[in-house]
């Protein structure tokens, strides 16, 4: 276990930048502990702190007047065990300075309009960054500044207000300070909001965001004062193998941008590729444990992780596995990773010590398996929360739960179960949003016995093939006409009205399939044997359209 040096108050203020409006009682952030790690509150919680209490507390949901009660209580001397460094929140009451300045307790007022989950994540971040510094951890291909530090030289080269954003735009990797500069494009962009749509609208005319995605050139964007938007530079980052990583924004301030602040931008391009390669391939310390929890990367000792992560090592889990459905399917992957931050938020919500990891394109959490029913009415919250993200690209979440479990040790047997039932479910199937495998159990067996069939082409009826040609041959609809018959019992007018043709039709297709075939559907053996090996092309045939994970 490697212990973590805290970083400071101000250097917390200093990270969240425009997203701050105040800090309420400023003499108590100098006098104030310390921050090493940060956690999400809400009013159910407030007053149930642990007295091993987090340093930083992001206070979501809160009322005014439970707001300014706690934080008097905080002065108490029976409170001292219970004294965070930093309280975040977003309301502003009158007496709030009193308050704090009671509590002892630094506490910043962030704006409105700041998604929490940015909150957490640039907060989380700072720490992350001051953790990994001290383990030594260095840059590859000879770079030795990572993305804070990158932003500080470009800024200082060139005499712009600075931001790196990841590859979908919604979301800001790092940002130099903006001094009062910043122009509101800037500021709702650190905000974790989208900008003004008009002026978005405007960059999208002009080919500002099909540019940076294309190549490597600069663009340089003319100020708009109509908008108040100020002239700024653009570049695209992009890795070697041509996979676009994100962008360089460079905001003019009051002062004009350097004369040679477009060879300044091409060459912080390359390095911001090659730090963003090395961060795709190496995560940090904590984020890497934590996915070893689940059992990646040849898994943990649960003691160690246990210890490190301040998790009762055998406390009963509960494993939860979120997948996307629909919408685009080659942008799963990206779209997990850009709402990773959201389901983090929600978890820490939830659960203050609830772990989370994207791997592969699915998101997992780890919560303390306290109230089966409790859980399963969050999670059915959680997914229909993000119907209509933008992110999802117009995929819907799909989650399945394992609970309970003994202990961390069992997370990764855990995760294997998840995505069993998350893997052999297919998901163009009418079904429920939230599951498991004890509910599951059919789909899922049935799910991987056709998998396991997919593979072995000799176990596969011939006959069904000889009439899957004779379809394809004569233009005639054999095939789904047995499957939709077997799929009634054999019931011909339900089947008929399934395909939408007459009866007599019906009976006439599927005698004509059985003369081909050599097939008797009124034996019991044919007719399951039939439907197995329909079953199994249906499912190498949705597989072959993307439909189906075949894994």
């Given at each position: 276990m490697v212990d973590r040096s805290p970083i400071s108050v101000a250097e917390v203020i200093g990270a969240l930048d425009t997203a701050v409006v105040r800090v309420a009682s400023m003499s108590?952030?100098?006098?104030?502990?310390?921050?090493?790690?940060?956690?999400?509150?809400?009013?159910?919680?407030?007053?149930?702190?642990?007295?091993?209490?987090?340093?930083?507390?992001?206070?979501?949901?809160i009322a005014d007047a439970?707001?300014?009660?706690?934080?008097?209580?905080?002065?108490?001397?029976?409170?001292?065990?219970?004294?965070?460094?930093?309280?975040?929140?977003?309301?502003?009451?009158?007496?709030?300075?009193?308050?704090?300045?009671?509590?002892?307790?630094?506490?910043?007022?962030?704006d409105?309009?700041?998604?929490?989950?940015?909150?957490?994540?640039?907060?989380?971040a700072s720490l992350d960054r001051h953790h990994d510094d001290e383990l030594g951890t260095a840059l590859t291909a000879g770079v030795d500044v990572d993305l804070i530090g990158l932003v500080g030289l470009i800024a200082h080269g060139t005499g712009g207000l600075v931001s790196?954003?990841?590859?979908?735009?919604?979301?800001?990797?790092?940002?130099?300070?903006?001094?009062?500069?910043?122009?509101?494009?800037?500021?709702?962009?650190?905000?974790?909001?989208?900008?003004?749509?008009?002026?978005?609208?405007?960059?999208?005319?002009?080919?500002?965001?099909?540019?940076?995605?294309?190549?490597?050139?600069?663009?340089?964007?003319?100020?708009?004062?109509?908008?108040?938007?100020?002239r700024r530079l653009v570049v695209g980052i992009h890795s070697r193998a041509g996979r676009h990583l994100g962008s360089i924004w460079v905001q003019e301030g009051l002062g004009p941008l350097a004369s040679d602040a477009v060879d300044v931008l091409r060459g912080?391009?390359?390095?911001?590729?090659?730090?963003?390669?090395?961060?795709?391939?190496?995560?940090?310390?904590?984020?890497?444990?934590?996915?070893?929890?689940?059992?990646?990367?040849?898994?943990?000792?649960?003691?160690?992780?246990?210890?490190?992560?301040?998790?009762?090592?055998?406390?009963?889990?509960?494993?939860?596995?979120?997948?996307?459905?629909?919408?685009?399917?080659?942008?799963?992957?990206?779209?997990?990773?850009?709402?990773g931050g959201s389901l983090r938020l929600?978890?820490?919500?939830?659960?203050?010590?609830?772990?989370?990891?994207?791997?592969?394109?699915?998101?997992?959490?780890?919560?303390?398996?306290?109230?089966?029913?409790?859980?399963?009415?969050?999670?059915g919250g959680l997914v229909r929360r993000f119907d209509g993200d933008p992110a999802l690209g117009g995929a819907v979440l799909r989650a399945a739960i394992v609970m309970p479990l003994a202990g961390l040790a069992e997370a990764p047997a855990g995760r294997a179960e998840v995505d069993r039932v998350l893997s052999a479910t297919t998901p163009d199937v009418e079904q429920t949003r939230v599951t498991t495998l004890a509910e599951s159990r059919t789909a899922v067996l049935l799910g991987e016995i056709l998998q396991t069939l997919a593979g072995r082409a000799d176990l596969i009826d011939p006959r069904v093939e000889l009439i899957a040609?004779?379809?394809?041959?004569?233009?005639?609809?054999?095939?789904?006409?047995m499957s939709a018959y077997l799929a009634v019992a054999g019931r011909v007018r339900d089947a008929a009205a399934a395909m939408g043709i007459h009866a007599n039709t019906l009976r006439y297709r599927i005698d004509r399939a059985q003369q081909l075939s050599g097939l008797r559907l009124d034996d019991p053996d044919d007719r399951l044997l039939t439907a197995i090996t329909l079953a199994v092309r249906e499912r190498r045939d949705a597989h072959r359209s993307g439909r189906v994970d075949m894994q």
């Open positions: 108590t952030v100098a006098d104030t502990g310390q921050v090493d790690s940060v956690a999400v509150i809400d009013s159910t919680e407030l007053a149930t702190l642990p007295e091993a209490v987090t340093e930083a507390l992001l206070l979501v949901g439970d707001l300014l009660q706690w934080l008097r209580s905080l002065g108490e001397p029976a409170a001292a065990g219970r004294r965070p460094a930093v309280v975040l929140v977003k309301s502003d009451p009158p007496q709030l300075d009193e308050a704090a300045a009671a509590s002892g307790v630094a506490v910043v007022v962030i409105p309009r700041a998604r929490w989950d940015r909150v957490l994540t640039t907060v989380q790196i954003e990841d590859a979908t735009s919604a979301r800001v990797l790092a940002y130099s300070p903006s001094k009062g500069e910043a122009d509101d494009l800037r500021v709702e962009t650190i905000l974790g909001r989208a900008g003004p749509p008009a002026y978005l609208d405007l960059l999208r005319r002009w080919g500002v965001f099909d540019a940076i995605r294309r190549g490597n050139e600069v663009v340089d964007v003319p100020e708009h004062p109509e908008q108040g938007m100020r912080a391009a390359a390095i911001a590729a090659r730090i963003l390669t090395r961060e795709l391939q190496a995560p940090t310390a904590e984020s890497q444990l934590v996915q070893r929890v689940f059992g990646a990367h040849g898994g943990v000792d649960a003691t160690s992780a246990g210890a490190y992560l301040a998790w009762p090592v055998d406390e009963p889990i509960a494993v939860i596995g979120v997948v996307p459905v629909g919408g685009d399917e080659a942008a799963h992957a990206d779209a997990m990773t850009s709402v929600h978890a820490s919500a939830f659960a203050p010590s609830a772990l989370t990891s994207v791997m592969d394109g699915r998101a997992y959490l780890l919560l303390p398996a306290a109230g089966a029913d409790a859980i399963t009415r969050w999670v040609r004779y379809d394809a041959e004569h233009a005639t609809e054999l095939v789904p006409t």
